[in-house]
């Protein structure tokens, strides 16, 4: 039927950053050192050559050494994300694409009609369960507890803000016709947002925790249109706001700790009483 080949199309176009993106070169789109202390020799002889005399990727402590770390980014996530918010923005203006819309709901609800579940609740949430649950089990990720914490909640806010600012400005209507605040999908969002979180921690460990975390992020989606509370190009639209979420975080955060480096850093909940929202805050000490 033509609804699962929409499934499978929107997997093959959020996994390419999942399995692409972990079969490339070591390091392509890792977070790696780029400004280190090697002690007296790299002093000596200068950064530049010091590394070019002991090429490899170099990781060191930061009790014992401070250092820089520098984003480098990759288009592939970035041009994944940019096509399914491009699809599902063009669902507004775009006819066929919004009739694409119906009929996906009408097959979905023509054969599973009496369909309703709440695992998608907390499928969403699996790969960042996962993230922490295999460090606990001692198979580790690119960083420790505080930074992957720290960059975390980065992706959270910005994912949470972009969807609520996105959902108040286009009011689309439910498909059950319960409220107008459709599109994009959040779950979705935060589905995706947790499964790049997981690839990009695990990539260089092994490929396929990435494609699981893509796997109950798809499922999450799915399961957003079979319980009637999204569209099809909301869910799509979600995936990319979650991808580029993760993405921006992992940009942003070595900024930020370049930022503060040579003070002490803490992580405190906040919780703002007027909008009902909680948050974290990154206090710097000098």
Request: net charge positive.
């Amino acid at each position: 039927m033509r609804f699962y080949g929409l499934q499978l199309l929107m997997l093959l176009v959020a996994g390419r950053s999942a399995i692409g993106q972990t079969m490339a070169p070591a390091l392509q789109d890792s977070v790696h050192v780029e400004m280190a202390t090697g002690g007296p020799k790299a002093r000596e002889a200068g950064f530049e050559q010091y590394f070019k005399d002991n090429p490899g990727p170099v990781r060191i402590s930061p009790p014992e050494h401070p250092y820089l770390y520098a984003y480098k980014v990759n288009p592939g996530p970035l041009l994944a994300s940019a096509i399914m918010i491009g699809y599902g923005a063009a669902t507004f203006h775009i006819r066929p694409l919004h009739d694409l819309d119906l009929a996906t709901k009408q097959e979905i609800r023509g054969e599973h009609s009496q369909f309703k579940t709440t695992i998608d609740n907390y499928l969403q949430y699996s790969p960042i369960l996962g993230v922490y649950a295999l460090n606990a089990l001692g198979i580790h990720g690119e960083h420790n507890f505080k930074d992957r914490t720290i960059i975390l909640g980065m992706a959270s806010l910005i994912v949470c803000g972009t969807v609520t600012g996105v959902k108040n400005l286009t009011h689309r209507e439910r498909p059950d016709g319960s409220a107008a605040n459709s599109f994009p999908s959040g779950h979705t969002a935060t589905a995706f947002m947790s499964a790049e979180f997981m690839r990009m921690e695990y990539k260089n460990v092994s490929p396929w925790y990435g494609v699981g975390a893509y796997m109950a992020a798809t499922a999450t989606g799915v399961l957003r249109m079979y319980n009637n509370r999204h569209w099809l190009s909301d869910v799509v639209a979600g995936a990319g706001v979650g991808i580029l979420s993760s993405q921006a975080a992992f940009w942003l955060y070595p900024k930020i700790r370049k930022r503060f480096t040579g003070g002490n850093t803490m992580i405190m909940p906040t919780y703002d009483v007027g909008t009902k929202s909680a948050g974290i805050s990154l206090v710097c000490i000098r």
